[in-house]
């Protein structure tokens, strides 16, 4: 495969957050500071990283049958790291993110991801498409943190905006402001790529660990139609 | 952290109204979102989903906090924490799965379909671990967990209505399905912005 696609597959054409719609609770919840924004988006992409290319190097090792609890050992084991690495130094950016650090793990990108790429693929494609996905994260949070910030705070990165210091939005800094901003953008992408969004949408749910399941919610619901 | 049989109602009402209203874990806190979008088409699906949910929170927190304060804490393992919780809620909604499959087979028709979903929802582990920062006693963490649920029942039954409604209306193409539906939730979100105060008026 084209190693500059895979790299930047994550970045626009396959944006986890935009596109396939992933990881949208630390999207909406870590995105009213621009730093914050980084801040999450770096300490994803290193476990996204880390996570993909051990799961690449040991995907011949795991049965298939135990994968999934596998892979939550591994990726707690990376999120374990990040998390301590970033207390000692980023007290800062730990103190922002709080809960949002640990839940890294249940990152449905993160598990995507393994389920999707790494388990199929070489550890350097792996390893390519983590950092992709990780930097279109990083890109799709800085997006909504910026308008948020921008005109909910009327800073960028803690910086004042000129002209928009007395006129702020302080709605968009708050939790309904993260969910129309982050609607609004999806509308967009809709636009932008003709559709293409919603479609890439159920790709994202076959990599979903809950894929299975959810499947059977929908075969239920299904069969209680056609009795009905 | 005070003793177990420490009792302070009041308090405890006071956590649990703020759970469900004031901190709703998905309007305002942003946790289980992935559910919260996924399952709250229909009424039926939204209920089964939630009553899933307080049912594994209560189970989670009743294991993670002996954990935390019998094990991590006086071994000095407190970094295993995300690691421990994780595996401990996982292996559990799988056992609870297998349990209720054997011998409670009403209970499982209802639920057992969404347990497995929960495993990865980030409302239970992020209840687990609030809780331990929080600081809470045993009692206070079962209330807190309770409330988080009931607050996750009510934004999702709340919603369902919501989107009942919405596919009658006619959306325009670029917002079909997840944009107007994101939409439409930060307009719930703002309704329980009239909460914020109630709490503090009722119990001053």
Same mark, same amino acid.
């Given at each position: 495969m084209n190693r500059l696609k895979v790299l930047t597959n994550g970045l626009i054409r396959e944006n986890p957050v935009l596109v396939l719609i992933l990881g949208t609770c630390p999207s909406l919840a870590v995105s009213t500071q621009a730093s914050n924004a980084i801040g999450m988006g770096l300490a994803a992409t290193v476990v996204l990283l880390c996570s993909n290319?051990?799961?690449?190097?040991?995907?011949?090792?795991?049965?298939?049958?135990?994968?999934?609890?596998?892979y939550i050992v591994l990726i707690a084991g990376f999120v374990t790291v990040v998390q301590m690495l970033v207390k000692a130094y980023a007290p800062a950016i730990d103190e922002q993110l709080g809960?949002?650090?640990?839940?890294?793990?249940?990152?449905?990108?993160?598990?995507?991801?393994?389920?999707?790429?790494?388990?199929?693929?070489?550890?350097?494609?792996?390893?390519?498409?983590?950092?992709?996905?990780?930097?279109?994260?990083t890109l799709a949070l800085l997006a909504m943190a910026s308008i948020r910030?921008?005109?909910?705070?009327?800073?960028?990165?803690?910086?004042?905006?000129?002209?928009l210091a007395g006129h702020k939005v302080s709605i968009l800094v708050l939790a309904p402001g993260g969910f129309f901003v982050y609607g609004v953008l999806i509308a967009l992408v809709n636009k932008l790529t003709k559709g293409k969004a919603g479609k890439n949408a159920e790709q994202g749910c076959a990599g979903c660990p809950a894929a299975a399941a959810c499947g059977r919610l929908g075969a239920a619901d299904e069969a209680k139609e056609r009795e009905a | 952290m005070e003793s177990l049989l420490h009792f302070d109602f009041k308090g405890l009402v006071i956590i649990l109204m703020s759970a469900v209203l004031v901190n709703n874990y998905v309007l305002q806190r942003f946790l289980g979102i992935c559910s919260f979008l996924g399952v709250s088409k229909k009424l039926d699906q939204a209920t089964g989903m939630s009553l899933a949910v307080i049912f594994v929170m209560l189970l989670a927190t009743a294991v993670t906090w002996p954990i935390q304060y019998y094990l991590l804490e006086p071994y000095g393992l407190g970094y295993m924490q995300t690691v421990l919780f994780i595996l401990v809620i996982a292996a559990l909604v799988q056992l609870v799965e297998i349990v209720i499959k054997k011998y409670i087979p009403a209970l499982y028709s209802a639920l057992g379909v969404y347990l497995p979903l929960?495993?990865?929802?980030? *409302?239970?582990?992020?209840?687990? @671990?609030?809780?331990?920062?929080?600081?809470?006693?045993?009692l206070a963490s079962m209330v807190n967990s309770l409330g988080s649920g009931l607050g996750y029942f009510l934004a999702m039954v709340l919603f369902s209505g919501v989107r009942a409604r919405m596919e009658d209306g006619e959306t325009?193409? *670029?917002?079909?399905?997840?944009? @107007?539906?994101?939409?439409?939730?930060?307009?719930?979100s703002i309704a329980f912005f009239g909460f914020a105060g109630v709490i503090d008026k009722l119990f001053a």
């Open positions: 290319v051990a799961i690449s190097a040991l995907r011949k090792i795991i049965p298939d049958n135990v994968r999934i609890p596998c809960i949002f650090l640990p839940l890294i793990v249940v990152n449905c990108i993160i598990l995507g991801r393994a389920e999707m790429f790494a388990n199929k693929n070489t550890v350097f494609a792996s390893a390519l498409d983590g950092i992709g996905m990780g930097l279109g994260f910030e921008v005109f909910g705070s009327g800073t960028w990165f803690g910086l004042a905006v000129p002209g | 929960i495993t990865t929802n980030c *409302a239970v582990l992020a209840v687990a @671990i609030l809780n331990v920062d929080s600081r809470y006693d045993f325009p193409a *670029a917002f079909q399905d997840l944009p @107007i539906t994101l939409i439409a939730a930060s307009i719930v």
